[in-house]
């Protein structure tokens, strides 16, 4: 086995941990397109800039399947998890959640700020 592809599974079980933390639902289709987001904007901040126009057309193409279902399902894991997921992570992480009564964060603050803190975890070690 390679070492970056050591380094990608780590990274992958590292943002995985996160998800699960936050309550992202495992079973849902966004559950595993936000989590590629999330690897793809760690390796390059350039795409949370554009993802409309990079991170989800990718992702789809990934998936086999269309730019739109793939922000509609990432859009819809957010919700989600922004409802019924674990407020304290989310205080920690957002510096808000939805028992503040903020709305919920877009799909690319979202995955910005979860890319930013893995990266930033990732220096620290």
Known sequence: ???SA???YELERYITDIMLDI???AHLKGYHYLRDAIM???KDMEVVSSVTKLLYPTIAKHFKTTDQKVE???RNAIEVSWTRGNTETFE???GYS???GRMRPTNSEYIARIADKV?????AR
Request: no cysteine; hydrophobic share 45%.
């Open 6 to 8: 050591v380094e990608d």
């Open 72 to 74: 509609r399902a990432i």
């Open 1 to 3: 086995m390679e070492l």
């Open 40 to 42: 793809l904007s760690e």
């Open 92 to 94: 920690k992480m957002f």
């Open 23 to 25: 309550g992202v639902p």
């Open 98 to 100: 939805a028992s503040t």
């Open 119 to 123: 990266r930033l975890d990732i220096k």
